[in-house]
């Protein structure tokens, strides 16, 4: 089987399976050389080495090849790689006419009408080149999205040069031209009537000849009559009613005769619904009536006989003087020697005709008496007696051949197991070929069968070849690898390659929350599509309760290495006078000591600057931020904004605010130094992976970003 990527003769690319057939599957695949998309009919495998498939596929292509009309899928390029056979065909995106038959239920009489005028169009083309197609129906015609018509698949096309078919060459027997049916010779007018069936299906919805098997539909089309379209729908046009009677008729002569008349009376048809103009040719006269000849008619006609040897003289007219008038007496006794002469008899006949009549009539005698001795078992068998084996041979050698001449129905047998599906052939014939390949298949279990051909109730011949082919079950296929993909992108995989996913959840101190850490089974683990995985995602690291310790009074290295010990981190680190801690010690921290908090969470300190003695002086600043950072309502994030003053940063506002909360007003600052300060702020936004600046706020994952613009910040003296 052909999956997507995959390239034929290094130049059609597999995109997707569109289709499959009895002999054949249809891929959609790009043309790499002149780089468009085109459809590929390939070979099913197990026909490959059967030449006959092989040569049938083939005339496929070459009947096509020379068409090209735009109601014809044209044929591009015909090959095969590596015992791969295919046919590169215009790639039609649509859907056919039996799929766009059974949606509508039926359809308008002017939309079926049109329908088939394109599809006589198409016809006409072919047959103006001597093809035939022979196999006109709703499932070989397509429309496209557009609404152009196409016929497809000339699969048992035939040149109209070539006077015979054979029974497994006939179309689908729904559609099947009444000669076909017979096995005679078929032309343009067969694939007339095929056009007739397909447009009485579109105008009413149904078949016009409906049986249990092939075989009683076929000896419909060649005795029955179909219902006519105004008795099912009495809204149907005369015209119309009258156009399918035509096409259908059971005499080739009384259809229409070309595509081309067929056409013209279609669009009639449209302009004039109710018109009785379709003219049906009557039967031809069955029986021969008796014609009076003269008696110089008859002398002429004995006269050329005698010049010819005995025989007819074709080449000559031979009525030419039969206004000439009677024959003169004298004539009369060489015409009665003439009259003998014609109706005497070889006497070597005579005797070749006696001998025999006699050998048949003593044939015809042992045959009647082998049967009546075979059939009431006069004699018993017995291996001494000669004569007996002898009629035994004789009658299982005749039964042998009768069987092997014979036809038999070919049973259902999908679903059966390869055993039973042979014993159920072989009730029906012994001389059955049956043989069997495996293929995956996911609608039925191992070891059952999935196809067969030919398909059930197809009558064949006693000693033909029965295909089978047998489920290996479910084609297996590897567990995608979605380790450290967020759960939602995981499902996606994994449902898409058709497995059923549920879910689990443990901690992990190296897998982010939310992420897959592994699947159960695990990755590259081979299954088969409807089996369940489970998905195990990360809850983040398992979280433990700890004390926060004490960091008043110790340095800033001191502390950090404190709070780790503790499980916990480092938080945001200010600076500010104190007059009970010495410059560079704790002077406080933003959990209390003691206290029970997650392991990992953070813990902001101040760092003391020091006594303020020295300058006892108050000062202090109105602190407002005119510009607002973001662009347009709605718009938001967490803000930090930050005074950094006599080289020491200190936070004045950290919260989340949006485009309203500006201008943004700070209210006044009280500092103990009268430097100029600089104000700068900081737009924090949620991450969804680590990396550089992202810290842990408020259980969030954040990254700040600094603001394009800084601000001067002046201090006013407020006194001792």
Not at 297 to 323: C, P, R, W
Not at 402 to 420: K, M, Q
Request: charged residues 25%; contains cysteine; aromatic residues 6%.
């Amino acid at each position: 089987m052909l999956k997507p990527g995959m390239f034929i003769s290094d130049r059609y690319e597999i995109i997707d399976k569109v289709g499959s057939g009895g002999m054949a599957d249809v891929y959609k695949a790009r043309c790499h050389r002149l780089n468009r998309f085109v459809a590929i009919k390939v070979l099913k495998p197990e026909y490959s080495d059967d030449k006959n498939f092989v040569k049938k596929f083939r005339g496929e292509a070459q009947s096509a090849a020379g068409l090209s009309h735009p109601n014809i899928v044209n044929v591009y390029d015909v090959g095969d790689d590596n015992g791969l056979h295919y046919i590169v065909m215009e790639l039609v995106e649509g859907i056919t006419l039996k799929n766009f038959i059974e949606r509508k239920g039926k359809l308008e009489v002017k939309e079926a009408v049109g329908i088939a005028i394109q599809i006589a169009m198409g016809m006409e083309a072919a047959h103006m080149n001597h093809i035939i197609h022979r196999d006109i129906k709703p499932q070989n015609i397509i429309i496209s999205r557009e609404g152009k018509v196409k016929v497809t698949d000339f699969g048992i096309a035939k040149a109209t040069n070539s006077n015979t078919i054979t029974s497994n060459a006939m179309g689908s027997v729904h559609y099947l031209s009444p000669e076909q049916a017979r096995g005679g010779y078929s032309d343009e007018k067969s694939d007339i009537y095929s056009l007739g069936v397909t447009l009485y299906e579109m105008l009413s919805g149904q078949l016009p000849f409906a049986g249990d098997n092939t075989v009683s539909v076929a000896l419909l089309h060649i005795q029955g009559e179909a219902t006519p379209l105004r008795e099912l729908d009495p809204n149907i046009p005369l015209s119309v009613d009258r156009i399918v009677q035509k096409c259908m008729q059971k005499r080739p002569e009384r259809r229409y005769l070309t595509a081309s008349e067929l056409m013209t009376d279609l669009k009639r048809s449209i302009s004039n619904p109710n018109g009785d103009f379709v003219v049906i040719p009557p039967a031809a006269v069955s029986d021969s009536p008796t014609i009076t000849i003269s008696d110089a008619e008859v002398n002429h006609i004995k006269s050329a006989t005698k010049m010819s040897g005995g025989g007819y003289d074709t080449s000559k007219e031979l009525f030419q003087n039969t206004d000439a008038g009677q024959p003169d007496a004298g004539s009369e006794e060489e015409a009665s020697d003439e009259e003998e002469e014609l109706d005497s008899v070889d006497p070597r006949v005579e005797k070749i005709i006696l001998v025999g009549s006699i050998v048949a009539g003593v044939i015809l005698t042992i045959l009647i008496i082998f049967f009546v001795v075979r059939f009431f078992k006069l004699f018993p068998r017995s291996n001494s007696n000669s004569n007996v084996t002898t009629e035994e041979s004789t009658a299982e050698s005749t039964s042998s051949t009768s069987e092997t001449v014979g036809t038999v129905i070919i049973p259902s047998v999908l679903g059966l197991s390869l055993e039973d599906a042979e014993d159920t052939l072989y009730a029906r014939s012994e001389a059955l070929n049956v043989t069997s390949t495996d293929e995956y298949s996911e609608d039925y279990e191992k070891g059952l069968v999935v196809e067969q051909y030919p398909d059930k109730d197809a009558e064949v011949a006693a000693d033909s070849e029965v295909k089978l082919i047998i489920s290996l079950g479910p084609e297996p296929i590897k567990i995608p690898d979605v380790y450290n993909l967020t759960d939602s992108q995981a499902v996606t995989m994994l449902e898409e390659v058709g497995l059923v996913v549920k879910h689990a959840y443990d901690y992990s101190d190296e897998t982010e929350e939310g992420k897959v850490i592994k699947t159960d089974p695990a990755r590259e683990t081979s299954v088969v599509k409807g089996d369940t995985v489970t998905v195990i995602v990360s809850n983040g690291p398992k979280i433990t309760k700890v004390k926060v310790p004490d960091l008043l009074g110790l340095s800033k290295e001191k502390a950090v290495e404190k709070l780790k010990a503790a499980g916990l981190k480092k938080g945001e680190v200010t600076s500010d006078y104190s007059d009970t801690y010495e410059k560079g010690q704790v002077m406080s921290q933003s959990e209390e000591k003691g206290e029970e908090v997650d392991s990992g969470t953070a813990v902001d300190f101040v760092v003391s600057l020091g006594s303020g003695d020295t300058n006892p002086q108050s000062y202090e600043a109105d602190i407002v931020i005119d510009e607002n950072p973001f662009d347009y309502p709605g718009d938001g994030g967490i803000v930090k904004v930050q005074l950094v003053q006599d080289g020491n940063t200190t936070t004045l506002l950290k919260e989340e605010l949006d485009y309203d909360s500006f201008p943004l007003d700070l209210g006044t600052y009280t500092s103990n130094s009268g430097s100029e300060g600089t104000l700068k702020m900081l737009i924090g936004t949620e991450v969804d992976e680590d990396g550089d600046g992202v810290v842990n706020e408020n259980g969030k994952l954040i990254k700040y970003e600094e603001y394009g613009t800084t601000w001067a910040v002046a201090f006013t003296s407020v006194g001792e």
